[in-house]
């Protein structure tokens, strides 16, 4: 089973950028879809994207569509989310996770990370 660990995160001021980057070891990432997903204080854990196995296909949540994207690079056992105009509401911690099969449902995913921080000030 992949283990997959985040990094990247940190505090950003409003209109800001971060790349969040997911490293993973055990097995080789392009097995997976890989997902990212946030949890914000107070809030249900959130699907945000998603990258097929060869990354032809990306999927995004309304809410980033047009700030984050999605990328990975098989070579490297790497994926990252891009995320740019950062906005208060952005403030979450961001999980990657794994999928055999891929989609929005959290339990689709069955190798998550221990996710990374993010805080966006207004």
């Known amino acids: 089973q992949v283990q997959l660990l985040e990094s990247g995160g940190g505090w950003m001021q409003t209109g800001g950028s971060l790349r969040l980057s997911c490293a993973a070891s055990g097995s080789l990432i392009s097995n997976y879809v890989i997902g990212w997903f946030r949890q914000g204080p107070g809030k249900e854990r959130e699907w945000v994207a998603s990258?097929?196995?060869?990354?032809?296909?990306?999927s995004y949540a309304d809410s980033v569509k047009g700030r984050f994207a999605i990328s990975r690079e098989n070579a490297k056992n790497m994926a990252y989310l891009q995320m740019n105009n950062l906005r208060p509401e952005d403030t979450a911690t961001y999980y990657c996770?794994?999928?055999?099969?891929?989609?929005?449902?959290?339990?689709?995913?069955?190798?998550w990370g221990l996710g990374t921080q993010v805080t966006v000030s207004a």
């Open positions: 996770a794994a999928s055999p099969s891929g989609g929005s449902g959290s339990s689709a995913y069955g190798s």
């Open positions: 990258i097929t196995r060869k990354g032809s296909g990306k």
